[in-house]
């Protein structure tokens, strides 16, 4: 057994796990037990042997298929088929498995990996393209040495930890919190698709650990503590007994904090505090029965097309009118399709930009393709007919696009009442405020929609330029830098102004540090995480709004985010129980 190794990173959902690893790859392969017996060595041995024959044939067999016709395809599956026969690699993977004792799988991945990091850390373009490659010819042998033994993520039957480079937004989509209790990953940052997603189900999750997809083998025992962005290998048998007391500890905790979520969120002078949800996925709905909240203040819509982006119309209807069902009379607040960027295109091509965040996202997404956001806003104005639906259109930076997107709203309408379909007239459309351009012209938007919502995971990267999802920059990441602060309450005085509502559903109302500062800035509806909602409430029930406006008053005169940080760190600490502090 390797020593226990300890690797820090970002820590993106609180709580505490302990599970065998499950390594997905891009081709959610994961790699079985790493060790065998003596006697097996040779045996080994002969299957590495043969799986390297079959994929040299194979690359032969795809070589001759392609001929001349792709010219840089069959360069490209050449430079594979030498790789494959590299007699220095199969020889060192043969080491692995004959000293060592590591399984074919392992010692492939081992070796391979060892070249991988090697070129990635030299400057040339040349030798760092051949990565690529590298990556390629482990998944082949790798696949042809597992052959009927690859593991799929969609049929686990035993409660892993996940690790991976990254997760995309559809595999995130159909994670079953059944089997996966937790996880970990190599990219990604505080408020990045994965981190969202893993709170929303709910499982510890530790992000940006750089390296942990090419470290941790599968069937490694891990600890997760998302509560310090921390990740053990392989714990020692005390750091495992620690932590098994840590983790009944918080299971305690936790149930005392669900205990108090009937009670009324409101602060201990009496100010009403709204706690909605934000949702992702359908199938979380049912469980916010038990959280006593006001409603839905943002609903991902988007996942609904990546999980299926043939959903259309009726699709998206059936998904709106199952989530007014189970809500009863609550209101749901959808907010239109925000792909695009991290959030691919749900199967619509490849989807390269430069710079994807600051290109054809979400709303631009939607204008570029009319169709498939006509077929949502008929969907969502059906479905208003079945409850109290609010429309809340994403990355909104100017009137103009504004004025487009309310424009085909109103054409959808005129085309459902010509249709005879029943929809709420007045149901409210708003906005988020997402982008510093729309925050700063918070007070020309204010008069034309009916509520704000600030969405301050993208509003913080567009107005400090760090991107939320890269582990490089995320202590950059700072949701409390004055200027952020400074747009908050432009925003809340334009909407305060118009008389419209404003509201916050990033993920800083899901922190308890921001909490009183957004109630003292003046926010009293915050959208949160569903699993973050007995925290926040059991904080608001023991704070007062006019402490709060004086810790928000402190908070506006310095300067520097840090000094901020200092401050609510400072004042936060001591209403929290020790396990949920920073
Ligand atoms: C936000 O940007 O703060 C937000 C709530 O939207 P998303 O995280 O889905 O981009
Ligand atoms: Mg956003």
Known sequence: MRPMELKKGIAVSPGIVIREAFILDSEEIRIPERFIEKEQIEEESARLEAAIAESENRLDQDIAQLGSKIQINTQILEIHRQLVGDAVLKNEILIGIQENQYTAEHSVSRVLNKYIKKFERMDSQII????HDLYDVEKLILTTLLGSRVEHLDSLEREVVLVARNLTPAQTAKLDATWVKGFATDIGGKTSHTAIMAKALGIPAVVGLENISTTVVGGDTLIIDGFRGVVLINPDARTLADYRDKEA????????????????????????????????????????????TAGIGLFRTEFIHLQNPRSGEEGHFQHYQATLKEIGQLPVTFRTLDLGADKGDGGRGPWVEENPFLGCRSIRYCFEHPDLF?????????????GS????LPMVGAIAELDRALNMLDQVKEDLRNDGIAFDENVPVGVMVEIPSLAMIADLIAPRVDFFSVGTNDLTQYTLAVDRGNENVASLFDPGHPAVLRLLQQTLRAGEAAGIPVSLCGEMGSEPLYVPLLIGLGFRNLSVSPTSIPEVKRLIRTIKVYECKALAKRCLAHTDGLAITAELKDWVSDKLPPSMRF
């Open 128 to 131: 760092s393209e051949r990565v």
């Open 249 to 292: 500890n918080l299971v305690k905790l936790r149930q005392r904090l669900r205990k108090d979520v009937a009670l009324p969120s409101e602060t201990v002078d009496g100010y009403p505090i709204e706690l909605f949800a934000n949702i992702e996925l359908i199938k979380e709905v049912h469980a916010l029965a038990n959280l006593n």
């Open 374 to 386: 006509r077929d949502q806003l008929r969907a969502l104005l059906r479905a208003s007919a079945h």
């Open 389 to 392: 639906v609010r429309i809340m």
